[in-house]
C-alpha cells in the first residue's frame, strides 16, 4: 500500500507530458482555486520534488528543522519557493525543471533506507512518507493547473487509494479515489459529505 519510487516517476512523467500540450496556453491564468498562477503553481511543483529530495539526502537527516535554504517570493500573495524556472525558457524550460527536480526526488527514494526520518512542517516523514507527500501535492496541484489551462487530469485510481489511506485514513472507502482525494483536500464536493475547507495532510512516518 505504500507509495514508492516508481510512483514518484510515473508521477513526473505523466505532469511533464500533460503540460507539454499546453505550452501554447496562457501560463498567467489563475490555477483553479489557488491565488496562484498556473506558472507559479508548477514551480512549486518542481520545488516540492527539490526540497522534499534535500531533506532525505544529508548523511544525517534531521527531524527538528528542515535543510535551511533561503526561499523567496516572486510576488506579493505568490508561493515562496527555494527554486524558480528562468522565465526566458518558456513553457518548455519549465517542464524540464519539474523533469530534473522529479529525477532527484525519485534517486533519493530508491537509495534511501525506508527507516530514515526528516522534518516537515506538516510531522516528521519516512521516506516513503516523503515520497507519498510528493506525488499527493503534484496530484491535486496538478488538478489547479488543469482547471487554468483547459487540461484533462485524472490521476490512477490505485496511487489515490494509497494517498487516502497513508493521509486520510478516515476518508470515506466507497467512493471513486480521485474525487475523494480532491473532497480530503478541499478541492470538490463528496455527496453525503461536509466539504473539507480546513484539511491538511495527515502526515506521520508509516511505520
Do not use: K
Amino acid at each position: 500500500m505504500s507509495i514508492t519510487a516508481a510512483d514518484v516517476e510515473t508521477t513526473v512523467r505523466t505532469t511533464t507530458a500533460t503540460l507539454a500540450d499546453a505550452r501554447d496556453a496562457d501560463w498567467d491564468a489563475q490555477a483553479g482555486p489557488m491565488d496562484w498562477t498556473c506558472w507559479e503553481t508548477v514551480e512549486h511543483i518542481a520545488d516540492n520534488f527539490f526540497f522534499y529530495a534535500a531533506q532525505l539526502g544529508p548523511r544525517v537527516a534531521a527531524t527538528d528543522r528542515s535543510v535551511p535554504f533561503a526561499w523567496a517570493q516572486h510576488r506579493e500573495g505568490g508561493p515562496g519557493l527555494v527554486l524558480f524556472a528562468d522565465r526566458a525558457a518558456g513553457p518548455a524550460g519549465l517542464l524540464r525543471c519539474v523533469d530534473a527536480c522529479g529525477a532527484l526526488l525519485v534517486a533519493i527514494v530508491r537509495s534511501t533506507p525506508a527507516d530514515v526520518r526528516a522534518h516537515h512542517d506538516d510531522g516528521v516523514l519516512d521516506t516513503e512518507g516523503f515520497a507519498a507527500m510528493a506525488v499527493g501535492e503534484t496530484l491535486v496541484h496538478m488538478h489547479d493547473v488543469a482547471c487554468g489551462l483547459g487540461l484533462p487530469w485524472t490521476p490512477e485510481a490505485g496511487v489515490c487509494g494509497r494517498l487516502l489511506a497513508r493521509f486520510f485514513p478516515g476518508a470515506p472507502t466507497d467512493t471513486d479515489p480521485w474525487p475523494t482525494l480532491l473532497w480530503a483536500t478541499g478541492r470538490g464536493e463528496l455527496p453525503g459529505h461536509p466539504r473539507q475547507p480546513d484539511w491538511r495532510w495527515g502526515a506521520q512516518p508509516s511505520g
